[in-house]
């Protein structure tokens, strides 16, 4: 059982609330997905879960967190210092011939985890079944899970959406992939950011996902009702009451001295009145606020943009795909033209990734289109030591910075966020920059690499529409099921013996 009274957590760099006041208990069975906008500190409350420590560099904390039994953490991105460690010394004090099982089902070999290969020289996918296979080897009483399904392959993804969902162990974990959210998800914990950042709420609903929503959109909508039927009333009521209020007010100005009974009498009249007007006022403080909802906004892509269908975007060829002296496919070949919206899904480690570097290699110099690259590791394009602006400043007018600010107040991007750092802002705001970036640059060729694996579930479906809009032409690699059947026209596997168009 994991156990959190009156925690409070709260940014040192601008004081900002993430946190405020919130209890909450984990029981056995119950799988529970933080979910919120980027940035909004569910990483942290994570971290801060595990280990306190990890977060009083850069947060004040306070309340207590009642753990009973061993917890094991899956953080979002392996820790650097392990690049050079090898598979043999990384299993080195896990009974793993006892867990052959958990092996299997990850698609680990013995043989494998038992190599003298790096850490650092495996792909996404790789890293994080590894990390998964040694936690659970471990036999852990409650799992902390932040983002699991990064660069996972769909089979493996299917693996663990069935792991979560038939455990018995209390699991919180959080998760940009909705599908998995769907299917395993029995608790929601949503955070938000309201009122310009100014206010933090978490609501707690023990309901699936989908219900979730239904409920929070009827309660919203429910709420604003209300709301308006008692500003509506109110305003009718102050509308009679005024009309009184100048009637006897006007009688009092006129009645003469020599009626002193009626001017008492007036005078009785007015101070129901103005008695009256004090019971309104009093009703008002206690009406319903209008819903205060957390929107999701990305900037949209000019509209205009549009690749003809007769236009070859792509004829790549490649007879050997390698990644030093290790063959990872033969006979690769990928053809797009007009404003195609292609996905490349594969298993771990078959070189997804490295195929789409060699068709950026392509693409980028390319004068008779505009193609910009969405790398899964964001630091090959952005500059981290830099802020927002000044990374917009160097591409764009000042005109176009105040445009770019604009944009990024539109999304819920703070002034201190703007012009602090980028390596501070969170994965989901990384890749927010990135596409206002390719919005900016009215780019017409995007090649992106999961594009949506660190934006929320409430900002995917936007970051969706968005793509699916775009008259430009796509070339991704994913494993979110609901991108590749909502904004890929053709989906092709990448396979050793080639590129073959995927079932279904």
């Not at 906008?37 to 569910?42: A, M, S, Y």
């Not at 299997?104 to 190599?115: H, N, Q, R």
């Not at 023990?206 to 219900?211: G, T």
């Not at 602090?420 to 596409?435: N, P, R």
Request: aromatic share 8%; net charge neutral.
């Amino acid at each position: 059982m994991l156990e959190l009274k009156n925690i409070t957590i709260r940014l040192k760099k601008d004081g900002r609330c993430i946190v405020d006041d919130f209890s909450f208990s984990l029981n056995r069975g119950e799988k529970a997905v933080i979910i919120g906008e980027e940035g909004n500190g569910k990483s942290t409350l994570l971290r801060f879960l595990y280990q306190r420590d990890l977060v009083e560099e850069y947060c004040s904390v306070s309340g207590e967190v009642i753990k009973k039994g061993k917890i094991a953490y899956l953080p979002q991105m392996m820790e650097e210092g392990l690049s050079h460690v090898t598979l043999l010394d990384y299993f080195g004090d896990c009974e793993y011939y006892l867990h052959t099982d958990i092996l299997a089902k990850l698609g680990l070999s013995v043989e494998f985890i038992l190599s003298q290969q790096e850490l650092g020289t495996l792909s996404g996918g790789e890293k994080v079944k590894i990390q998964l296979a040694k936690l659970l080897m471990g036999e852990p009483d409650i799992l902390l899970f932040d983002e699991p399904t990064n660069d996972l392959d769909i089979e493996t993804l299917q693996w663990l959406e069935a792991f979560i969902a038939q455990s018995r162990l209390p699991i919180l974990y959080i998760s940009h992939d909705e599908t998995l959210i769907e299917k395993t998800a029995n608790v929601i914990v949503h955070m938000e950011q309201i009122i310009r950042k100014t206010k933090c709420r978490i609501m707690v609903s023990r309901c699936p996902y989908r219900e979730y929503l239904s409920r929070r959109r009827n309660d919203f909508s429910h709420q604003e009702q209300v709301a308006k039927k008692q500003r509506e009333d109110y305003d009718k009521q102050m509308e009679k009451w005024r009309q009184i209020y100048n009637r006897v007010d006007h009688e009092q100005k006129i009645i003469t001295r020599q009626n002193p009974g009626g001017a008492r009498l007036l005078k009785k009249k007015m101070h129901a009145v103005l008695s009256m007007g004090r019971r309104f006022e009093r009703e008002k403080e206690n009406f319903l606020d209008f819903p205060q909802e957390e929107e999701a906004i990305l900037a949209k892509f000019d509209p205009s943009i549009h690749l003809p269908a007769g236009k070859t975007v792509l004829d790549f060829s490649l007879d050997v795909l390698k990644v030093g002296e290790r063959v990872l496919a033969r006979n690769l070949r990928l053809f797009v033209a007009g404003s195609e919206h292609v996905g490349i899904i594969g298993r771990n480690g078959a070189g997804k990734s490295t195929f789409l570097k060699r068709l950026w290699e392509e693409l980028k110099d390319r004068t008779d289109i505009r193609a910009m690259l969405m790398p899964q590791d964001y630091s090959e394009v952005l500059d981290f030591g830099k802020t927002p602006i000044s990374y917009l400043a160097e591409h764009y007018t000042k005109d176009e910075v105040t445009r770019a600010r604009t944009y990024m107040g539109g999304m819920k991007f703070t002034h201190e966020e703007m012009t602090g750092a980028i390596g501070s802002l969170s994965g989901g705001q990384k890749a927010k920059i990135l596409f206002l970036d390719m919005v900016l640059q009215k780019a017409n060729v995007l090649v992106l690499d999961e594009p949506t694996r660190n934006f929320s579930p409430l900002s995917s479906p936007v970051v969706r529409a968005a793509l699916c809009e775009f008259g430009g032409a796509v070339i991704s690699v994913s494993h979110d099921r609901k991108y590749l059947k909502e904004a890929c026209d053709k989906v092709y596997e990448l396979r050793e013996d080639g590129l073959f168009l995927a079932d279904g």
